[in-house]
């Protein structure tokens, strides 16, 4: 049986939307949520919220929460790897805590490609439909090799459609990743490098130093937040499942 624990890198300082793991979300805090789709996949043993303030360390305990206290992080990865580096569990999950609507299924999906014991990391992704996000600076997309490697993840619309060909596909970045611990703590050793620091997606830093990714598609979406005017649309896809639907409209 292996021994996994899933961690919820949560900071307060955000350029664009700082407080965001506090924000009310149809009557709970943002990072409540998250926390709480975490605690329904049955085969993790730990969930655990790791923090550098004092605010959101005080939240998580007043829903009764396990929360860690960081020191500075350049990174969530590094951040989620000083919360666990005392447990002796075999596989880590990383999800932001900005993503409320993270299915516990798609969880189960990303520890699912762990029975693949060449595996190091792993994370998620679905195809996307809407220009508007394929377009969106804020939705990271990702494009693969043919063996589900990761290729190359950007802000910016790839692939390329020169041609304005019709079956090209876009797949979105879901913000949830699976390390080996054995392999996170290679990961905190590596230095920042070029293309980490040019896109500001710490995923990077992982390719450029010749590791693979596998990306798992999944058939499930989810919300992140990553502005205020986020709060409203997550809100109402909130209230649709505290009323008893799992559809992420």
Do not use: W
């Not at 993270?102 to 994370?123: G, Q």
């Amino acid at each position: 049986m292996r021994n996994i624990v899933a961690v919820l890198p949560a900071r307060y300082q955000s350029s664009r939307f700082p407080g965001k793991p506090l924000a009310m979300i149809a009557g709970k805090r943002m990072i409540q949520r998250v926390y709480e789709q975490v605690k329904q996949v049955s085969g993790i043993s730990r969930v655990v919220v790791a923090t550098d303030d004092e605010r959101i360390y005080s939240a998580v305990r007043q829903f009764q929460g396990e929360v860690i206290m960081t020191g500075n992080c350049s990174c969530g990865t590094e951040r989620v790897y000083e919360a666990i580096k005392g447990d002796p569990c075999d596989i880590v999950i990383n999800v932001q805590g900005d993503e409320p609507l993270i299915k516990p299924e798609m969880i189960n999906e990303l520890i699912a490609v762990f029975e693949d014991d060449k595996v190091v990391m792993a994370t998620l992704c679905k195809e996307i439909t809407e220009m508007n996000d394929i377009n969106s600076l804020n939705i990271v997309k990702v494009v693969r090799d043919r063996n589900d490697n990761a290729l190359y993840f950007s802000r910016y619309p790839v692939p390329f459609n020169r041609d304005e060909r019709s079956d090209v596909k876009y797949f979105k970045h879901i913000g949830i990743y699976g390390y080996k611990k054995e392999f996170l703590e290679e990961y905190v050793q590596l230095e920042k490098t070029p293309l980490e620091i040019a896109e500001n997606l710490e995923q990077l830093r992982v390719l450029e130093n010749g590791y693979k990714i596998k990306v798992k598609e999944t058939i499930y979406d989810s919300m992140g937040v990553d502005t205020p005017e986020d709060v409203l649309r997550v809100e109402k896809c909130c209230l649709k499942t505290d009323k008893g639907s799992d559809k992420v409209i």
